[in-house]
């Protein structure tokens, strides 16, 4: 697939297919205007087609193969319904496997340019490394109609390349999507410094949840510190939860959909995906990504239920379940990083808890954090892509309900506020850096998801890849 802008609609033209957006209530007149083909109103309407969203038909007018796709009522469209109007769109071209294809916008948003390109890109996306028979799409050239410079659009194909690189990362089967797998990863982006700590630096630096964690692993946990620009700015710091597979431990899960566990590395693989991002586009921005990285797997050596580890700040945890384990490890990161690299800010991703997904579903992260700026920096952001979130309270009650007897804090506050406790848990490691954390347990992949959006395939979302950019070109 390549993707070009181009001013120049009569070049356009000259492709073999016209994906031609249309709205309900202007209907198909205005694109034959647009495209001086006076034909298209009688062969839409002979074809059915009324501009109602998601519908898509192929029409022949005037010498031109043209996808009429819908975009519903002019009143009611958004950014999102573009997203998934193209998706559709692309998903049938890339079937009808023509080689030229022009591509119309509505012209209602100024980032519509970028949003196409960089949903195409999205959507052209498969998972198909294990498979003997490889996905074939045919070799697109998508010209895109549009004021926005060739700048524009190879940034956002850029964007997209980073979100599916999250995808591969998250999409690994677990036992080859490890720790190693993980730092080898990081190690390959150019421009990225790499540090890798090993158990006996848990050991040695007193990162009890690290250590308690991959103690019965058979992988080797890791800590991978990625740093990518200039030194002198302070730095954004960003930490993903890297559980390479979470069979709960000695607490552990149920069998059915533990295969999905697999995914408890998606926090990571964002960090990575955002990490390789800034060294795509040459971002001049400091940016610390940290990924803790371990398998939870019980054993005669595993950590128990009853244990009280240790972390880098010197704070103390009971564990009541080896289940609660993304904040243990994530409680080492975060100190070790506040610590060593004094951030401006903290954003932390995770696919922390059940909860989450409860309370919001699959389509909404939960953010909460110590900052009121920092969350309506990332709100807005999101508010620009398809990565939804949704704020939940961390307020002192959250903070005593995870109190210990034994320890300063317990692993886990029970059913009540799943999600909240666990951002409670996290709160004591951030120390007082504007921090925001994100659970991305419902939105990092689709398995669960009931109801389909269009651009994101079967697995691993990617989601934070874009959220973040976002966020980075808003500050
Ligand atoms: N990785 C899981 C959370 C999870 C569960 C994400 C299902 C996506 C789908 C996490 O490590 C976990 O097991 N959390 C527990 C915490 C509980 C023991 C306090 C949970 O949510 O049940
Ligand atoms: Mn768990
Ligand atoms: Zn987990």
Not at 57 to 72: Q, W
Not at 249 to 269: N, R, T
Request: glycine share 10%; net charge negative; aromatic share 8%.
């Amino acid at each position: 697939m390549n993707i070009t802008a181009t001013k120049d609609l009569n070049r356009a033209l000259g492709s073999e297919l016209i994906i031609a957006p249309v709205f309900e209530d202007s209907m198909p007149q205005d694109t034959a205007n647009a495209l001086g083909s006076p034909g298209i109103p009688e062969s839409a309407s002979k074809a059915g087609f009324n501009g109602k969203f998601k519908q898509n038909i192929f029409t022949e007018a005037d010498g031109h193969l043209i996808l009429l796709t819908g975009l519903g009522k002019k009143s009611e469209y958004n950014l999102e319904k573009m997203r998934r109007a193209y998706a559709e769109a692309y998903s049938k071209v890339k079937d009808a496997s023509t080689g030229s294809v022009a591509v119309l916008l509505p012209g209602t948003h100024e980032n519509e340019g970028f949003e196409a390109a960089y949903i195409f890109k999205v959507s052209h996306y498969y998972f198909d490394r294990f498979q003997t028979e490889k996905t074939t799409f045919p070799d697109l050239q998508l010209n895109i109609v549009t004021g926005v410079g060739q700048d524009v659009i190879d940034g956002a194909v850029k964007v997209g390349e980073a979100t599916n690189f999250t995808r591969d990362a998250a999409n690994m089967p677990p036992s080859r999507g490890t720790p190693s797998l993980f730092e080898k990863m990081a190690r390959e982006i150019s421009g990225v410094e790499v540090t890798a700590f090993g158990r006996e630096d848990f050991v040695r630096l007193g990162m009890g949840g690290l250590e308690g964690v991959s103690r019965a692993a058979t992988e080797p946990g890791k800590l991978v510190i990625m740093e990518y620009g200039p030194k002198d700015q302070k730095p954004l710091l960003l930490v993903g939860k890297g559980i390479t597979f979470d069979s709960g431990g000695i607490s552990i899960k149920p069998s059915e959909a533990m295969d999905e566990m697999k995914f408890d590395k998606c926090g990571a693989s964002s960090v990575l995906g955002i990490m390789k991002l800034a060294s795509d586009l040459k971002l001049n921005k400091h940016i610390i990504g940290m990924m803790p990285l371990t398998e939870n797997l019980p054993g005669g050596n595993a950590y128990k239920p009853g244990d009280i580890l240790k972390h880098y700040n010197g704070k103390t945890s009971e564990i009541l379940s080896t289940d609660a384990e993304g904040r243990l490890v994530l409680a080492d990161a975060l100190s070790y990083g506040v610590e060593k690299y004094d951030p401006y800010a903290v954003i932390d991703f995770a696919t922390l808890t059940g909860a989450c997904v409860i309370a919001l579903g699959n389509n909404i992260a939960g953010i909460m954090g110590t900052d009121a700026n920092l969350i309506s920096q990332i709100k807005k952001a999101s508010s620009e892509t398809w990565e939804n979130v949704w704020e939940l309270p961390i307020d002192q009650d959250f903070m005593d309900q995870i109190k210990s007897e034994v320890a300063d804090i317990k692993n886990t506050g029970g059913r009540p506020g799943g999600a909240e406790t666990a951002g409670a848990f996290l709160r004591n490691f951030v120390g007082e850096k504007p921090w925001a954390h994100l659970d991305i347990a419902g939105v990092a992949w689709t398995q669960a998801k009931t109801v389909k959006t269009p651009y994101l395939p079967h697995g691993a979302t990617g989601f934070g890849v874009r959220l973040i950019y976002q966020y980075l070109m808003g500050n």
